[in-house]
């Protein structure tokens, strides 16, 4: 069973860019999460899908930060401007529902903001 | 918010003692997780304990739940260099739509 998938793995912007990142889940799950991990810290949930709504956009910066889940499966996560504590690991992960159970987790992207 | 809290933050051993973390929540939970981080890597599943369950096993690990003190602990017997990674703990409050709150995390060095 293929994981989940993330690119890019690595990406170093300049403030005040705008950066993409995208994820595709295991097939099959319907929920699909962004995480926010800052170096020493536990991950920070950012949004929650179930299918192709949001669930839980709650601890999203809306003012920079934008998601979407197109047709239920692959999702992209985009920071326009960037600031320079939005450097952090970004880390995308799916579960087959919605309440409780495991969540399988991609590599992430370590994003550095100069 | 992060809700679970870690102890101890590092903990280095030797290879073939045992490892026991700690984790400290606040709320109600649904369920409780821990999971693995090798460095620059993604986090892996490592068990799932509900509220209902007391202790739960799964090969070198043993995890247990007290909800009456909102805590829970990992141990992981006879470790291996392998095992050197970042544990974290997780709630899963079940109210909020199965939101996972993660705690800081325990760095665990195991020494060949």
């Known amino acids: 069973e293929a994981g989940v998938a993330q690119s890019p793995r690595y990406k170093i912007i300049e403030k005040r860019q705008s950066v993409a990142f995208w994820c595709n889940p295991i097939?099959?799950?319907?929920?699909l999460y962004w995480y926010q991990q800052i170096l020493g810290q536990g991950p920070k949930l950012l949004i929650q899908?179930?299918?192709?709504?949001?669930?839980?956009d709650s601890q999203l910066p809306k003012d920079r930060f934008s998601a979407e889940r197109l047709k239920g499966v692959d999702s992209t996560l985009k920071i326009q401007p960037a600031k320079l504590e939005d450097s952090a690991v970004y880390l995308c992960?799916?579960?087959?529902?919605?309440?409780?159970?495991?969540?399988?987790f991609g590599p992430g992207t370590r994003l550095t903001v100069l | 918010s992060q809700q679970g809290e870690e102890d101890p933050q590092a903990l280095s051993i030797q290879e073939g003692e045992n490892a026991t973390m700690n984790c400290s929540y606040k709320?109600?939970?649904?369920?409780l997780q821990w999971y693995r981080q090798n460095s620059g890597r993604g986090l892996v599943h490592l068990i799932l304990?509900?509220?209902?369950?007391r202790e739960k096993h799964s090969g070198r690990l043993r995890v247990t739940l007290d909800t009456s003190k909102k805590s829970s602990s990992l141990l992981i017997t006879a470790s291996r260099a392998a095992d050197t990674a970042s544990y974290f703990c997780?709630?899963?409050?079940?109210?909020?739509?199965?939101?996972?709150?993660f705690g800081q995390g325990t760095e665990l060095s195991v020494k060949p």
């Open positions: 997780a709630t899963d409050q079940g109210n909020q739509g199965g939101k996972l709150i």
């Open positions: 992960a799916s579960s087959l529902g919605l309440s409780g159970g495991a969540r399988f």
């Open positions: 899908f179930q299918n192709n709504g949001v669930v839980d």
């Open positions: 097939s099959g799950h319907a929920t």
């Open positions: 304990i509900r509220s209902n369950e």
């Open positions: 709320t109600s939970i649904n369920n």
